[in-house]
Nanobody, 121 residues
Framework: QLVESGGGLVQPGGSLRLSCAVSGFNLDYYTIGWFRQVPGKEREGVSSIKFSDDSTYYSSSVKGRFTISRDNARRTVYLQMNSLSSEDTAIYSC????????????????WGQGTQVTVSS
């Protein structure tokens, strides 16, 4: 099970931290990815992290602004989002898969429900 939290309304230039709490997996074998989707548009991969070695991957649209991290003890993956703009408005979902860090949604088997992020003044 994956449960996202931390979404909300933020002004342009602001920051948010999303959390993805994971249960029911042996995280040693899994990569957790963050994806976002705007209604009517294709889902976009944002970032991913492999629990076993902390390797990460970012999309070019967020690299340098977003940071993905994990807390093994809390079984939680975080997405720190800085310098947000209206283009970051979307529903953000986390997903788990036995894969190398990738932004290919098809490599992930389990998905959370998503959390809304709205960037607006």
């Amino acid at each position: 099970q994956l449960v996202e939290s931390g979404g909300g309304l933020v002004q342009p230039g602001g920051s948010l931290r999303l959390s993805c709490a994971v249960s029911g997996f042996n995280l040693d074998y899994y990569t957790i990815g963050w994806f976002r989707q705007v209604p009517g548009k294709e889902r976009e991969g944002v970032s991913s992290i492999k629990f076993s070695d902390d390797s990460t991957y970012y999309s070019s649209s967020v690299k340098g602004r977003f940071t993905i991290s994990r807390d093994n003890a809390r079984r939680t993956v975080y997405l720190q989002m800085n310098s947000l703009s209206s283009e970051d408005t979307a529903i953000y979902s986390c997903a788990a898969g036995v894969t190398i860090p990738t932004l290919r949604a098809g490599r992930y088997d389990y998905w959370g429900q998503g959390t809304q992020v709205t960037v607006s003044s």
